[in-house]
């Protein structure tokens, strides 16, 4: 596929927790930007601007100025409209993630296990 043309997805992966999504983000047409630390996501948005960013999101009551891994990337993104973000949690930290919704932009989040269709189907519409 012409990179000039392709949509850039990254994926930020601190967890390792769920299956390799990278096949269907590329059947969709991405092209697709792989980093395991928030900080290096962050370092690659300097370079390149993605279409979409998926994350995954962990809380740590042992935070102690922040409810998750993900502040710093989305505050980054936020001024940014134009890149879609999408966050994979645990059901088990609906709670946290409502915090952080509160401060930040997300403009989807599915629970782990994500469902695939539902993945693809959000992803189609935002390749679109």
Not at 19 to 25: A, F, G, H, K, W
Not at 64 to 84: F, I
């Amino acid at each position: 596929m012409d990179t000039v043309t392709a949509s850039t997805l990254l994926s930020v992966i601190e967890l390792l927790g769920y299956p390799n999504l990278r096949p269907l983000y590329e059947r969709l047409g991405y092209r697709v930007q792989t980093e395991f630390a928030v900080r290096r996501a962050i370092s690659s948005l300097r370079r390149e601007k993605p279409t979409v960013i998926v994350a995954d999101f962990y809380f740590q009551p042992d935070f102690r100025d922040r409810v998750s891994n993900l502040e710093s990337l989305l505050a980054s993104v936020q001024s940014n409209k134009e890149v879609k973000v999408l966050v994979l949690y645990e059901a088990a930290h609906q709670h946290a993630l409502d915090r952080l919704r509160q401060r930040f932009r997300i403009d989807a989040a599915l629970t782990l296990p994500a469902d695939e269709a539902r993945l693809e189907a959000m992803l189609a519409e935002w390749r679109a």
